[in-house]
Each structure stands twice: as structure tokens, then as C-alpha cells.
């Protein structure tokens, strides 16, 4: 379990609805960052798989992934895997 305050809490919120009910989730690009920001937890390769998925599969773009890894604190971090892959 973790916990997000301020920004990091609120970016990226999205409401879907299924079955007629509204459910508030992360966006795609969010989820990336968060799986860099705990990646000693979930693991690096982890992390790894969700960057390259997300963009295989045009879940989310190098900018919002970008955008929400500088809200996260994990852009230091994401930079050298982000220029690779883009």
C-alpha cells in the first residue's frame, strides 16, 4: 500500500464508466510513473514492462508519461529508459 498526497494524489484522475457506474481511475501514464517511483518494491523490470507496453500499445504518450514522472519526482529516473525508447 502507498500513499500520494497533493498533485501526485490528484493529477491524472479519470472517471470510466462500466455498467453504469462511474469509477475514478489513474490514467495510463500515471500508472508508468508510479511503477518507477516504487520500482525497488514492485521490481525495475516491472516498471520496465509497463513503459514499454504503454507505449506499444498507444496507452499513453512520451509527454504524459513525461509529464507525470516530473509530478511524481521520478523524471531523473525515467530520462535515461524514456531516450531509449523514444
Known amino acids: 500500500m ?7 494524489y490528484t493529477a491524472g484522475i479519470e472517471e470510466i464508466e462500466r455498467d453504469g457506474v462511474k469509477l475514478r481511475a489513474y490514467e495510463v501514464a500515471k500508472t508508468v510513473a508510479d ?3 516504487h520500482r525497488n518494491k ?5 516498471a520496465m ?3 514499454k507496453d504503454a507505449l506499444a ?3 499513453a504518450s512520451m ?4 509529464r507525470f514522472a516530473k509530478i511524481s519526482r521520478v523524471a531523473n529516473v ?4 524514456l ?4
Open 35 to 37: 511503477c518507477f517511483k
Open 2 to 8: 502507498v500513499q500520494f498526497t497533493g498533485e501526485a
Open 63 to 66: 509527454d504524459d508519461i513525461w
Open 57 to 59: 500499445r498507444d496507452k
Open 83 to 86: 531516450e531509449s525508447l523514444g
Open 78 to 81: 525515467m530520462r535515461p529508459y
Open 42 to 46: 514492485i521490481g525495475l523490470d516491472v
Open 49 to 51: 514492462e509497463a513503459l
